[in-house]
């Protein structure tokens, strides 16, 4: 009955892949023009304590570059720790939630909401006062902001499963457990990858907002105390390290989606079937 | 020969408009009567199709059967059994209207899928693992995707993804199968192909199947008897279902008989049992 037949794709034409590098060329040039762009404005302008220059930026760099990666170091390690602990605490929770009872479940989502619509910098600012001014307090703050960008929607997505599905579920007398890990999480690892990446920049702001507050290290406590001296140019030289850890830590995260998500639709893009 | 399905006297109706209510109390507006005094009996062995107009309650007599929905009233046994239980075990399977394959799995894992559920620790004693998967391998066969096993469900076409569908609500070895417009997606020629499918696995497993479909044609070339249901009760029999057709073409059926006398006599009767469906609605 069935006629369909397999062939080795070495007799058909298949369109390539495209290559990960194909954009190269098109950034290069945007990062070349937009440097270009703000180094001439800025010499236009000639006020390096507003504005300075990216070539100022570098030779900051180079005089401080000791200090600047001990610090970058120490943000990124914050970061890390946090987002992890935020990014697992929202996956429980929010397998919890389906756990749990109706009441029960509507209850503690108030009480997520309610610390969710408190502003996060007075949460900061509370947690530098309870765990003090060491790298626990900036993980808890990373980790909080993590927390509210993946429970929501990944939450969402566990109770939004298509019913049929939930029915096949039901008619092969699956387990909650088993539901949860053959059906709810896979159906919700797409959006659960699309929060982990906001989650991924959310931490980053977690740990520079956490050093703000009181620390005396980090890329957040560069940032303050170059301020109060008038170091604009090492403000700017620590934005761009902030930058540069949440870059690579959302292709961190994305790397994983690749490896992890293999069957998700866009991801399939510019395969051939 | 004693039925293998039984449903004595079902009702079944649905809340159809609600109250919002402060604190989440919700009163129920209006309810829906869908199926009405619904009384059938398959025997074993027995193919029987449903058909009716749209909205009729088709879906919802598999639901009962599938234990997806409770009824409102009356007896359901399925195998002797309480319907949910008679699925749980693994004496009746159901295949929906989509074929509702996990994208996330192969082929072969999708099939694999009522085994793994029944049976959580299969992956540690491999003997069993390779018993399973034999298992997948002969139904994959049996469905004739055996080389498409590794393959994600959205590399394959409409027919053959309700083929894996086919194959995973076999994996458990039913005896009584539940099909609800499995084909009502796929062109003509394919749902013929898949008809035939159909008929060669209910000769080969000595399946009793209850198939619900809105195609007069599709009902008379299947079963042995089809069951013509009306929106509401009819008003001459009490009851949802108008009349039954006993189709009593010889087996086995072959696409030739689509185009025989008797074939075209009995989709006619068919046909005029549904026209006093839709007078009674």
Redo the contacts between chains.
């Keep these: 009955?069935?006629q369909?037949?397999?062939r080795p794709t070495s007799q058909v034409r298949v369109p390539a892949r495209r290559s990960p590098f194909a954009d190269l060329g098109s950034w290069t040039i945007f990062a070349v023009v937009l440097l270009a762009g703000w180094e001439i404005g800025s010499r236009l302008y000639n006020q390096p304590y507003l504005l300075p220059a990216p070539s100022q930026i570098i030779r900051a760099m180079g005089e401080d570059y000791a200090l600047v990666l001990d610090y970058a170091r120490i943000t990124m390690q914050e970061t890390v720790l946090g987002f992890v602990l935020g990014a697992v605490a929202a996956l429980l929770s929010a397998m919890l939630f389906v756990w749990l009872p109706k009441t029960i479940e509507d209850f503690l989502y108030r009480i997520i909401v309610t610390l969710n619509s408190t502003p996060f910098v007075a949460l900061a600012s509370l947690a530098v006062v309870w765990f003090g001014l060491g790298i626990t307090s900036k993980i808890i703050i990373a980790g909080m902001y993590t927390f509210f960008a993946v429970l929501y929607h990944t939450h969402k997505e566990f109770i939004s499963v298509?019913p049929?599905?939930e029915?096949?579920?039901?008619?092969?007398?699956?387990?909650w457990l088993?539901r949860m890990l053959?059906?709810k999480i896979?159906?919700a690892?797409p959006i659960i990858f699309t929060s982990l990446k906001g989650g991924v920049m959310a931490a980053v702001n977690g740990a520079i907002v956490g050093e703000l507050f009181g620390a005396f290290e980090g890329l957040g406590y560069m940032i303050l105390d170059s301020r109060y001296v008038g170091n604009t140019v090492r403000v700017f030289l620590a934005a761009v390290f902030c930058t540069l850890i949440g870059w690579v830590l959302l292709g961190v995260v994305t790397f994983a989606e690749r490896l992890l998500?293999p069957?998700?639709?866009s991801m399939?893009r510019g395969k051939s079937? | 020969m004693s039925a293998i399905v039984e449903m004595e006297r079902i009702s079944k109706a649905y809340e159809v408009a609600r109250t919002p209510g402060l604190l989440g109390r919700r009163g129920a507006d209006r309810a829906l009567d869908v199926v009405t005094n619904f009384t059938l009996a398959v025997r074993q062995g027995e193919f029987v199709c449903v058909i009716g107009p749209s909205g009729c309650g088709k879906t919802t007599v598999l639901f009962l059967l599938a234990g997806i929905r409770d009824p409102s009233d009356g007896r359901i046994a399925v195998c002797g059994k309480a319907p949910a239980d008679a699925v749980r075990v693994g004496l009746s399977s159901v295949i929906f209207q989509q074929p509702i394959l996990f994208e996330w799995l192969t082929a072969e894992d999708n099939v694999l899928l009522p085994l793994r559920l029944r049976d959580p620790r299969w992956w540690w004693w491999p003997p069993r693992r390779a018993r399973y998967q034999e298992t997948v391998r002969q139904l994959l066969r049996t469905v004739e995707l055996e080389q498409f096993a590794r393959y994600y469900p959205d590399k394959l076409s409409g027919g053959m993804q309700q083929r894996v569908a086919i194959a995973r609500a076999l994996t458990l070895n039913p005896q009584v199968l539940l099909l609800d417009e499995p084909f009502g997606a796929l062109d003509e020629i394919t749902r013929d192909r898949m008809n035939l499918e159909l008929l060669r696995l209910y000769d080969e497993r000595e399946l009793t199947i209850l198939f619900v479909t809105h195609s007069i044609e599709e009902a008379v070339f299947l079963s042995d008897r089809v069951v013509v249901m009306s929106r509401g009760a009819s008003a001459r029999t009490g009851s949802s279902i108008v009349r039954e057709v006993r189709v009593d073409l010889p087996r086995p059926r072959r696409l030739a008989l689509k185009e025989d006398p008797a074939f075209f006599q009995k989709v006619r009767e068919g046909r005029a049992a549904l026209r006093e469906a839709q007078v009674a609605d």
């Design positions: 009955m069935a369909e037949t397999l298509d049929m599905r029915y096949l579920m039901d008619v092969y007398n699956a387990g088993q053959l059906l896979p159906s690892l998500l069957w998700h639709v399939a079937s």
